[in-house]
Structure formats: C-alpha cells, structure tokens
C-alpha cells in the first residue's frame, strides 16, 4: 500500500479563501458552511500582542505574542494579514493555516484585498473565490439593515467596495466569482465549488485510516 509521508504531503488541503466587499455575505456563506461540514472545515487561529484574558489558550484562542516579535514577523513576510486595533496588533500567519492543513482540514479565511495579494505569494495554494454583490444598491441596503454601520462608515466601505469589485473581476485574481443575489443560490454554488476538495479530503482520510 502506499503510505509514506509524501501522501500526506502531496494530500494537504488547499486553504479556502472567501474575499469581497463588506457587507455581501461572507459570514453568513461561512457560517452556513461550518454547520455543514465543521468535520472538514477549520478557521486559523489569529495572532496578537494583547494580553490573554482570563481562560482564554495560547494557540486555542490566539497564539499570543510580543508586539516586537510580531513586527518581526510581519516584516518577514510571515503573515497573511494583519491589522491594529486598539494598539495592539491581530493577524493570520501563514504557520496557522499551516496548522490546520496539518489536521487533515480546509482552512476558511474571510480575507480582503491585501491578505489574498500575500497569500498569493506563498506555497499555500488556495482556492479564491470573489463574492460579489447583485448590485451597489443592493450592497448598500445590507449594510444598513445590518444595523452596524454609522453614515461615515457606510460611506467609506461603499466606496471602498466598488474598488474591491473591479480587484475581484480582474481576471486570474480568483478562482470564482459568485454573485450573492439569492443567498441560498449562492451558497449551492459555493458548496458545488467546495464539495470536490471536501470529496479529496475524505479520500484522502480514509487512505491515512487504511495507513
Ligand atoms: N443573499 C442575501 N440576501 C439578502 N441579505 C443577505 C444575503 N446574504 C447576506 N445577507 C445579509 O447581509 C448582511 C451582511 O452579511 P454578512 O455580515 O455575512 O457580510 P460580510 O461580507 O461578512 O461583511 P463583513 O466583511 O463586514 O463582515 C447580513 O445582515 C446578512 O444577513
């Protein structure tokens, strides 16, 4: 039978990366993944400089770090993305989705421009896919029924998305595109993409089992 390492070399899961403006769907396209395949499906753990809180895990919750050694880091170009938030920095590395290919799993990253740019660069091969909305109306309308955006800040991710569309139709920058008109529709096309990695994982699983 053939069980060396490379069948598990060759067999790690290509990461799953969801990008598209704010407000078109993202979390709820992730969110209606995981409940249907969380045996397969797994999100990185972030990086941060800020203290942990109580019970929280380093390496389950965060993998909590220095402000220097994640400047470091970044600077090595060990990171996917990262960002500041009150003064301390949160980021996904590139040894995190590492983690989760490791456990035999598909790492989902809800990932903007700059993040897909970097992963781009690395050996990680992912599979990218644009969520695109059914118009700027449309767009607009979810923001503000989502209830989470002030004036200033709805205008600036509106302006922001239509920069953000022309990235996601440049062609070779994804994979798919999927409209997100109907939510249920998209989430089909999503699964019908997915389900040929997810049937390569379960393959892959039952020949390791067999090791
Ligand atoms: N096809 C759809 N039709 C109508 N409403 C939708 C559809 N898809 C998502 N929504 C709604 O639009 C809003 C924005 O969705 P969601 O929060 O998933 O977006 P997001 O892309 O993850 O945004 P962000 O990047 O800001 O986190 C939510 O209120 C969600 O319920």
């Known amino acids: 039978m053939f069980c060396d390492t490379q ?28 409940v249907e395949f969380g ?11 800020r203290a942990p809180r109580t019970g929280e895990v380093d390496g389950i919750d965060y993998f909590f770090t220095t402000k220097s050694e994640m400047e470091r880091s970044i600077s090595n170009g060990e990171f996917i993305e990262h960002a ?9 590395s590139k040894m995190a989705v590492e983690k989760v290919q490791e456990l035999g799993k598909i790492c989902v ?4 421009r ?5 992963i781009k660069k690395t050996d990680l091969n992912p599979h990218l896919i644009f969520i695109k909305p059914p118009s700027m109306e449309e767009l607009k309308n979810r923001l503000i029924s989502r209830g989470t955006e002030t004036e200033e800040l709805l205008k600036k991710r509106l302006s922001v998305a239509e920069e953000e569309i022309d ?29 040929t990695q997810i049937q390569d994982v379960r393959k892959n699983r039952a020949q390791m ?3």
């Open 7 to 34: 069948l598990k070399v060759n067999a790690l899961p290509r990461p799953f990366v969801l990008c598209g403006p704010s407000g078109v769907g993202k979390s709820t396209l992730i969110k209606k993944m995981m």
């Open 84 to 92: 500041v938030f009150s003064g301390n920095i949160y980021g996904t």
């Open 39 to 49: 045996d397969i499906l797994e999100f990185s753990v972030s990086h941060t400089t």
């Open 109 to 112: 990253l809800d990932i903007e």
């Open 209 to 211: 089992n067999g090791c």
């Open 167 to 195: 990235f996601g139709e440049i062609p070779g920058n994804f994979h798919k595109i999927i409209v997100n008109d109907d939510i249920h529709k998209a989430y089909s096309e999503l699964k019908e993409y997915l389900l």
């Open 114 to 118: 700059q993040g897909v740019m970097q």
